[in-house]
């Protein structure tokens, strides 16, 4: 079992920086996917960014402002979201994927405020 919790949300004006991280409570394996996700109140949960094998890939929505990356010597992935827009508000999620299993977090708020 791998628990997850993220860190780094919170209020934040439009074309600001956030850095979320996600600690693991064990190692985060090579082969482990790492993936962040949001969801909009009234909206679906949605990919946000997914990095897996050394690649990233983004939702259009967020490429050339968000960076997802990982750091497998403290257990910990992190999202660096820049250049905000009220848009981006919702509650983040990280995620793992490892073998046929599905980790989530508790989720950490996002506000883009104009």
């Known amino acids: 079992q791998v628990q997850l919790v993220e860190s780094g949300g919170g209020l934040v004006q439009d074309g600001g920086s956030l850095r979320l991280s996600c600690v693991a409570s064990g190692r985060i394996l090579s082969s482990d996917v790492m993936g962040w996700y949001r969801q909009a109140p009234g909206k679906e949960r949605e990919l946000v960014a997914r990095?897996?094998?050394?690649?990233?890939r983004y939702a259009e929505s967020v490429k050339g402002r968000f960076t997802i990356s990982r750091d497998q010597g403290k257990n910990t992935a992190y999202l660096q979201m820049n250049s905000l827009k009220t848009e981006d508000t919702g509650v983040y999620y990280c995620?793992?994927?490892?073998?046929?299993?599905?980790?989530w977090g508790q989720g950490t708020q996002v506000t883009v405020s104009s």
């Open positions: 990095h897996q094998m050394g690649v990233a």
């Open positions: 995620n793992m994927k490892r073998y046929n299993y599905d980790y």
